[in-house]
């Protein structure tokens, strides 16, 4: 039992004022969700949040910084594919007209409508989740035995992997240029995104358990490509060489990304 005296009372509904102001003004996620539970205390407790936290650092972090990771890298190798990229931000974003030196100045600029209008932008961030996938294996259990729809059995406890990675790459998939790095494949004659079936492009996986945060992480690499490539231009320090990636939960990059950056003027590209 807790006991509260009026004093007591006034303090920690001072406190509660005090926390909710402060949550107010920062924008973290942790922050909104906590604001959130001022307003409705039962809404989840302690550990509810803690798992959430965990679902985004354990599956949100290196997700999308190996996937930002491998475009920076495709886009050095192709400069055509980089220079229209920021011509489309650019368009999008403060027009052909307008220089936008500073980030807090250009980050202002990239509204809702803005950052959905990057058609080009998306595709090209899924073409590199196609050719990179952040979780290039993922390694399923068997319930109960059951029949694949392709007639192959399985037993209860055999574990099955489906890969990213191997059917990115499948030319009876993609066509004879499965290999090749080409962000138009995923547009129409309009310039629209055109995505493909899940079962097709596995990368966030498929069917109930598909990736939560599919929408949340296209939003957080769409905004921070469209700042690096607003302001800067991206070379590899070496122009011929090449990265290898390293096997595990998620595709890594076998070294370091050596890259040469250079601020982006409006006039050129
Ligand atoms: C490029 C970025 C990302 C990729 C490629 C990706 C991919 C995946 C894949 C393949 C799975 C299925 C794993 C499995 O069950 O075997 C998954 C699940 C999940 N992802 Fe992502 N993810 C990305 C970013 C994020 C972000 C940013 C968040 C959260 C902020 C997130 C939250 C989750 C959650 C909560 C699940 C579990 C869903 C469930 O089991 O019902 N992911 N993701």
């Given at each position: 039992m807790t006991l509260c005296t009026p004093s007591s009372t006034r303090r920690s509904s001072r406190w509660a004022e005090i926390n909710r102001n402060s949550y107010a003004k920062k924008e973290d996620i942790l922050s909104r969700f906590l604001l959130e539970r001022e307003k409705d205390?039962?809404?989840?407790?302690n550990k509810y949040l803690r798992d959430i936290i965990l679902n985004f650092v354990i599956a949100g972090r290196d997700t999308t910084a190996g996937t930002l990771s491998w475009f920076l890298y495709v886009l050095c190798k192709d400069q055509r594919i980089q220079d229209k990229i920021a011509r489309e931000v650019r368009q999008a974003t403060t027009g052909d007209h307008q220089d936008v030196g500073r980030v807090r100045e250009f980050t202002a600029c990239l509204t809702e409508g803005a950052i959905g209008s990057m058609h080009y932008l998306h595709a090209a961030l899924t073409e590199t989740l196609r050719l990179?996938?952040?979780?290039?294996v993922d390694v399923k259990c068997c319930f109960s035995d059951d029949t694949l729809p392709d007639g192959h059995a399985v037993r209860r406890g055999d574990m099955v992997n489906y890969q990213p990675y191997a059917m990115g790459r499948m030319k009876f998939l993609w066509?004879?240029?499965?290999?090749e790095f080409r962000?138009?494949?995923?547009?129409d004659d309009d310039g629209v995104f055109v995505p493909e079936s899940p079962y097709k492009f596995t990368a966030f996986q498929a069917?109930?358990?598909?990736?939560?945060g599919k929408e949340f992480a296209y939003r957080q690499m769409k905004i921070f490509a469209a700042v690096l490539l607003y302001l800067f231009r991206f070379e590899m320090s070496e122009h011929n060489s090449t990265v290898g990636y390293r096997p595990m939960l998620t595709l890594k990059m076998d070294g370091p990304l050596y890259v040469c950056v250079s601020p982006r003027r409006s006039t050129g590209n």
């Open positions: 205390p039962g809404c989840f407790d990179y996938p952040a979780v290039p066509g004879d240029d499965a290999d962000p138009e494949r995923w547009l069917g109930p358990r598909i990736c939560l």
